[in-house]
């Protein structure tokens, strides 16, 4: 079993930045794909972006490309989510996700694709 505890949240006005730390526990030689999702109230959880194992390989949403930035430290088993012009429209519960599939181009980014997850941080980015 994996234990994955996300933080780094908080509030920010638009156009400032965040940066989220997931760090996991337990059966971590299991994890292979890292990712993160989000969920705003009353809306389904989404995906943000998705790591590779050596995190050579990333993909990122349409809404955050060039605005996020996903990477991991795999001796720290840290995967980290640098969030830069931040806009009230991404204030969400984010949460942190792990896989031990290995991630390649077009592989499944649903949530339910992913057997570990986080219990998520709050950001908020006021107008």
């Known amino acids: 079993q994996v234990q994955l505890v996300e933080s780094g949240g908080g509030l920010v006005q638009a156009g400032g930045s965040l940066r989220l730390s997931c760090a996991a526990s337990?059966?971590?030689?299991?994890?292979?794909?890292m990712a993160w999702f989000r969920q705003a109230p009353g809306k389904e959880r989404e995906f943000v972006s998705v790591?590779?194992?050596?995190?050579?390989?990333?993909d990122y949403a349409d809404s955050v490309k060039g605005r996020f930035t996903i990477s991991r430290d795999n001796a720290k088993n840290t995967v980290y989510l640098q969030m830069n012009s931040l806009k009230p429209e991404d204030t969400a519960v984010y949460y942190c996700?792990?896989?031990?599939?290995?991630?390649?181009?077009?592989?499944?980014?649903?949530?339910?694709?992913?057997?570990?997850w986080g219990q998520g941080t709050q950001v908020t980015v006021s107008s």
């Open positions: 996700a792990a896989a031990s599939w290995p991630y390649y181009p077009g592989s499944s980014t649903a949530p339910q694709s992913f057997g570990s």
């Open positions: 790591a590779s194992w050596s995190g050579g390989i990333t």
């Open positions: 337990g059966r971590t030689f299991s994890v292979s794909t």
